[in-house]
C-alpha cells in the first residue's frame, strides 16, 4: 500500500490517502503540543514509540470486542486505517482527578474518582475544545440521536475497564486517556485516532511517576525516557 495525497494534518500524526479509497495511512509524528498548542516541542522517536504503543492498544481493545480503525501497521511510524468519518467529540474517561477536572472543579490532584467519570469534549481547536453536556452534542448535530451517546459512554467505560486492568498488571496506574471515535462506510462506530502517551495519563504505581505527556506539558524532562518505559511494560508479559 502506498501513500497517497496528504488528507489531513493533525498535530501528532498525518492522514494520507492510498490506492483503496476506504483505507488510509496514518504516519505519528514526532511533534508534541500542549495547551491548544500553545506549547510546542519535537521528541525523535516519539511517533515511532506511539505507533508501537497504540498498535499494542488497538489490538488488545479488538480482542476484547471493540471495533477499531486499525487494519495493520506498516512500518515503524505508520498504520494503514479504515477511512471513517470523525465524530468530533474527544471521548475523556477519567479514574482519577488531575489536569482540567483538577483546575476546573478545584478537586485535589490524586483523588480517586468514586466513579469512572465520562466527559465529552469539542474537537475545535479554533475553540479550545470547550466541554460539551449531552444537549450541546445534540444541539451542534456532533451525533444523530442520544443512544449515540450513550454508545460513546458505553465505549469509553468498556474500553477504559479493559485498559484499567491491563496496566494494573504492568505496575501503573491509568489516570485518565481520551479516544476519539469515527463511522465506517457500513455506519459502524470505530474507535479511531491514537491510544499513546500523549492522550493518556499512567502514574507509576509505586511512586505516582508520570510516565506521559504531562512530563513535556510540565516540563519535567525525559519525555522519551517516559514513553519508553511505558511500552517496555506493555510489552513484559
Ligand atoms: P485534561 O485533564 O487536560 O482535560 O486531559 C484529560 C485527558 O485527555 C488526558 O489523558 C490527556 C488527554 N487529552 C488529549 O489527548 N488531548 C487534548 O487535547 C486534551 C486537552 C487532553
Ligand atoms: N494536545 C493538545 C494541544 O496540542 C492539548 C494537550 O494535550 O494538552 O494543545
Known amino acids: 500500500m502506498n501513500k497517497g495525497a496528504l488528507l489531513y494534518e493533525g498535530k501528532g500524526k498525518k492522514l494520507f490517502f492510498t490506492e483503496d479509497e476506504n483505507l488510509l495511512i496514518s504516519e505519528f509524528k514526532d511533534d508534541l503540543t500542549a495547551f491548544n498548542a ?56 477519567r479514574n482519577i482527578a488531575t489536569g482540567s477536572l483538577s483546575k476546573r472543579l478545584g478537586m485535589k490532584e490524586g ?13 475545535d481547536d479554533a475553540l479550545g475544545d470547550p466541554i460539551l453536556n449531552d444537549e450541546h452534542c445534540l444541539m451542534l448535530g456532533l451525533v444523530k440521536s442520544e443512544s449515540d451517546l450513550e454508545e460513546l459512554k458505553r465505549l469509553g467505560r468498556e474500553i477504559n475497564s479493559i485498559m484499567k486492568s491491563f496496566f494494573s498488571d504492568r505496575k501503573l496506574k491509568l489516570v485518565d486517556f481520551k479516544v476519539e471515535f469515527g463511522i465506517d462506510t457500513e455506519g459502524n462506530i470505530l474507535l479511531s485516532d491514537e491510544i499513546s502517551p500523549d492522550s493518556c495519563r499512567f502514574w507509576d504505581m509505586d511512586t505516582n511517576e508520570k510516565l506521559d505527556k504531562d512530563r513535556f506539558r510540565q516540563g519535567l524532562g525525559d519525555v522519551k525516557v517516559a514513553y519508553e518505559e511505558v511500552l517496555k511494560r506493555i510489552l513484559s508479559h
Request: hydrophobic content about 40%; overall charge positive; aromatic content about 8%.
Open 38 to 93: 500553545e506549547k510546542r516541542g519535537n521528541e525523535a522517536g516519539k511517533g515511532a514509540l506511539n505507533c508501537k504503543i497504540s498498535t499494542q492498544l488497538f489490538k488488545l481493545l479488538e480482542k476484547h470486542g471493540i471495533k477499531t480503525h486499525l487494519v495493520k501497521t506498516l512500518d515503524d511510524t505508520h498504520q494503514l486505517v479504515k477511512k471513517v468519518k470523525i465524530i468530533p467529540i474527544e471521548v475523556v474517561v
Open 111 to 123: 483523588t480517586i474518582l468514586p466513579f469512572t467519570l465520562v466527559e465529552f469534549y469539542y474537537k
